[in-house]
């Protein structure tokens, strides 16, 4: 079982910024990957950004060159710096862990991020 814990979500004005961290704990194993969905309300959850252990990393086409992913291996965390933040970002947003090649995702409990003026 992993544990997922988020933090860092709140309010902001658009062109704003936040950092989101999510600490993972439990049978962590590698290789993974972590990374960050969103959900809006009325909307599907997507997939926001991930990072793969090794580096690899990849960004949903609405966020590329706005939010950057980073991992601290050592302290099994993620973190998502989110900068000009526009509306359109406003969502709950739930950070995962996979160990690889599994499908199963864990799940963290969601953190609200919401932009707007």
């Known amino acids: 079982q992993v544990q997922l814990v988020e933090s860092g979500g709140g309010l902001v004005q658009p062109g704003g910024s936040l950092k989101l961290s999510c600490a993972a704990s439990?049978?962590?194993?590698?290789?993974?990957?972590m990374g960050w969905y969103r959900q809006a309300p009325g909307k599907q959850r997507e997939l926001v950004a991930f990072i793969i252990s090794g580096g690899l990393t990849n960004y949903a086409d609405s966020v590329k060159g706005r939010f950057t992913i980073s991992r601290d291996y050592a302290k099994n965390t993620v973190s998502l710096q989110m900068n000009s933040l526009k509306p359109e970002d406003t969502a709950v947003y739930y950070c995962y862990y996979r160990r690889l090649p599994s499908q199963n995702n864990y799940w963290g409990q969601g953190t609200q991020v919401t932009v707007s003026s």
């Open positions: 439990g049978s962590i194993f590698s290789p993974n990957t």
